[in-house]
């Protein structure tokens, strides 16, 4: 535990996967089939989780293939424009091209589009993953998706491989997309050997109870990984809040309530809000409600890296809110 906590501590990660461009009709509530007007913003579950880390105050760098257009330029200068560092970030051209997310700010019959067909980040190679410096990090940082496909999957295990080499503790936000795989069952084998691998796994219960064959076995799956091989596993239950398993420990917390706006971002601003905490020393029950809290904020506004919140965001939101839901042992 101590070799993980210095390690966040520094504040300095270096995170794998993808950045996509996200669309999103305008003004909120609009259908999509009915808008006339899109805002684009920067997307990518692991885009999303770098930028949050950098605007709550760390520093975080993404390791990822981009296409080689306007699109993945618009990526990459969205990147450097949140401060991203953006040295590992590689072109690839041919057929590949960027994931694009259009979706909606609304809630009650929320649509989501995504297109990832010859997706350019799953062209991150071992060769990618050997010109980083892993010692100029603190930690590793990656969500499921860059092991969905080859070569991004042999490529993530390797740098995984480097990354522990350096003494740096790999974090893993399971993170399961079914249409990025091809089959459960590869999903299955390979998000397990992944979190067997990690020192802090974050899921939900249906991702854990994915990895386990069954939902009503994710919770004991979860508390197995805590006991052997993960320092920290998160299992988040949505609005019932979250058990947090550490040695011996279950620590349960619950959610800050708002009016969410939609369903998209949550996940990746509650791993930036989480880290950020961490970083800066607080106990573990506090990085986790903080987690939550950055997680509330996103949910109630458009965009998704747009949307992550900066300290005095969070610390307002906080201000303003009763506390967290109560939560029974």
């Given amino acids: 535990m101590q070799n993980l906590l210095a390690g966040i501590a520094q504040n300095n990660f270096v995170v794998i996967g993808r950045a996509g461009m996200d669309f999103f009709p305008d003004p909120p509530g609009t259908k999509t089939e009915e808008a006339e007007v899109f805002t684009a913003g920067l997307g990518g579950s692991s885009a999303n989780i770098a930028v949050g880390i950098v605007k709550l105050g760390g520093k975080a760098a993404l390791v990822t293939s981009v296409s080689d257009d306007s699109v993945g330029r618009y990526c990459v200068n969205q990147l450097k424009n949140y401060g991203v560092e953006c040295s590992h970030v ?56 860059v092991f969905a496909a080859e070569p991004s999957r042999s490529a993530a295990f390797h740098a995984f491989a ?51 064959g069954g939902i009503d076995k994710g919770l004991a799956k979860a508390r197995a990984l805590a006991q052997s091989t993960a320092k920290i596993v998160i299992y988040k239950m949505g609005e019932k809040g979250a058990i947090t398993f550490a040695g011996d420990q279950e620590l349960r917390t619950g959610i800050y309530p708002v009016t969410a706006l ?49 300290p005095a965001d969070l610390e307002t939101f906080l201000a303003a809110q009763a506390g967290p839901t109560e939560v029974k042992d």
Wanted: hydrophobic share 45%; charged share 20%.
């Fill in 90 to 145: 590689k072109a690839v051209g041919g057929e590949f091209r960027n994931s694009l997310a259009v979706y909606e700010s609304r809630v009650k019959e929320h649509q989501s589009v995504i297109y990832r067909n010859g997706a350019a980040d799953f062209q991150f190679t071992a060769a990618d993953a050997e010109a980083v410096n892993y010692g100029d990090f603190g930690a590793l940082v990656t969500a499921g998706t």
């Fill in 162 to 212: 480097l990354a522990r080499a350096a003494g740096l503790p790999i974090i893993f936000d399971v993170d399961y997309r079914p249409y990025s795989w091809p089959s459960p069952q590869v999903a299955e084998e390979v998000l397990s050997r992944a979190g067997a691998l990690s020192d802090v796994i974050v899921g939900n219960d249906e991702e854990f109870g994915f990895m386990a």
């Fill in 262 to 310: 939609k369903p998209t971002g949550a996940g990746d601003s509650f791993m930036a809000g989480f880290l950020a905490s961490l970083a800066q020393g607080l106990p573990l029950k506090d990085a986790v409600l903080r987690g939550s809290a950055c997680a509330a904020i996103v949910v109630g506004k458009p965009g998704c890296a747009p949307a992550m919140p900066f």
